[in-house]
């Protein structure tokens, strides 16, 4: 049978990525020997689970600079990411692995994620990215619920169904250069992400 | 449920393979085609006629370039034979003792008081080529002046590797979790194949090339000095690299001990005859058992290699298995159980605890943590 795969044998250039860019995701940054052996360890080991919240910080941090390396998870004429299941083996937190994708590939507009499995794909929910002012307030109501979000956040809203109902409003903030928006977004497991970090 | 895990062979005994020997300069093939040897035979003499060598001996004598003069034991344009004293340093009350001895037949030409280099003139000399091993020459090229061996070795592979074929006398440096600093990297190292512990330092590997020692075995390297000699390769670091050393990395990044079946196999070989293959990740060692020579008489060399590369087989108590996540990476042991229910790590992960028995304790890890071992 052939050789075990893991999450990082996906990617063909970790080795060359800096310390200092993977460090930066940490708090706080670990000693840089201790990061490169553990990368290191990474790419020869691809196979292992990450065993404490340490480790699976430290594979989160690599896994973002690889995706920023590597954009193939990210269609952008499709508006889509891909998360491949077997990111899973990381952490089990959706919520988590697509925080990892934004901080990666910074997308904006309405992008929906998908989780790609050996039998097929399976819509998890959006991310829609606002463009905010500081000290702005966001009003979103999604599926008859009412949120008040302050600019500067990225939060993720529950929206399980297929599809989901939005309306957007706010004095100085905007989506796709609107105060005010009604839109529909594919939902899911995931459900809403607003990124509303200051641009 | 099926659980995969990789199966990576380590030790492959007992095992014909062709040895070759190569003639230094300028000489003649003794051995014939089918002819037994054993390891102190004389297969090939040449004469080395001219030529230079340094040494650098104010790190071997670990004194500064102004004193080693001091420390001479052979005046500046004397003879001095090769395994005869060239330099000594008794250590004083606090230091330790030092030992120089002539790598080779020559006269002391120049010494660089800044440097603390001295340049020997080799003298025309004899240079006998043993066959180091129990075999049966396979082939002899008169050209290349090479002589094969079919002899049996016992191979251990190790994980990572750096460097053309070298070989050289084993010596174990200390236990298997050692860390090898350049105080443990002496002159009377040179020409040998070196196992360091569970970690060896920069300094150390560059005072080994220094002193010529032919190659490092160790279990653990820190990952920016193994990408500085493979070219800041680790993924396909099996390649063409070299740095003037052989080096085998036996378990990975970082500080982690020999894994003791490898250990305990290079121990029962200290001060015998190897040959180590770092860019094949390998290290050979030729049977010490004259009988040997019986075995591979009737054994045929296959052309084709054998497929020592990672495979992957279902986890089953009674494997042997060594750990390679944290954090009880490089632990070996057997399988003793494997759980029927799932366990929620601290992460959050769904994962399929197994236990293993090591020789000292008992240890729970993910399975998919480990590595089946050969």
Partial sequence: ?199 | MNMLVSRRFRVVPERATLVNRALQGNGEILVKRGQEVIPSDVIGRSVLSAGFRTINLSKALQVSPGEVKKYLQRSMGKAIYKGELLGFNGGGLFGSKRVVTSPTDGILELFNEETGILKLKILPHNIDLPAAVFGIVDGVDHVKKIVSIKTQVTEVYGILGSGRPREGYLKVLGERGDLIDKNKISYDLHDKIIVGGGLIYDSALKEAVTFGVNGIITGGISSSEFKGMSGGKIKYAHSESEVGIGVLVTEGFGTIPVGQDIFDLLKSFDNKFVILEGNEGKVSLPSTNPGSIKSISKVQLSSENLDFKLQTETIETGKIIRVVGNPYMGEQGKVVAIDNAITILPTGVKVYMITILTNSRKIRVPYSNVEIIF
Avoid at chain 1, 51 to 73: G, K, M, V, W
Avoid at chain 1, 137 to 150: I, M, R
């Fill in chain 1, 1 to 199: 049978m052939p050789k075990l795969s893991g999450v990082f044998d996906i990617f063909e250039n970790l080795e060359s990525i800096p310390y200092e860019d993977i460090a930066r995701w940490l708090k706080p940054a670990p000693q840089q020997e201790v990061l490169e052996n553990y990368l290191a360890n990474r790419i020869i080991y691809p196979q292992v689970t990450p065993s404490t919240l340490i480790e699976q910080e430290y594979d989160l941090a690599i896994l973002r600079e690889a995706l920023r390396r590597n954009p193939i998870f990210y269609k952008i004429n499709q508006k889509k990411i891909f998360i491949p299941s077997d990111f899973l083996q990381i952490t089990p937190d959706i919520k988590k692995l697509a925080s990892v994708f934004i901080d990666a590939y910074s997308p904006s507009g309405i992008v929906v994620f998908i989780l790609s499995t050996g039998t097929g794909d399976k819509v998890l929910g959006s991310l829609v990215t606002v463009f905010s002012s500081a000290s702005d307030t966001l009003h979103f109501e999604l599926e008859g619920q009412n949120y008040k979000l302050k600019s500067g956040s990225l939060i993720v809203l529950p929206c399980p169904k297929e599809h989901c109902h939005v309306s957007f409003k706010s004095t100085n903030s905007k989506i796709f250069g609107k105060n005010e928006l009604l839109f529909e977004i594919p939902g899911g497991a995931l459900g809403l992400i607003i990124d509303g970090r200051l641009k």
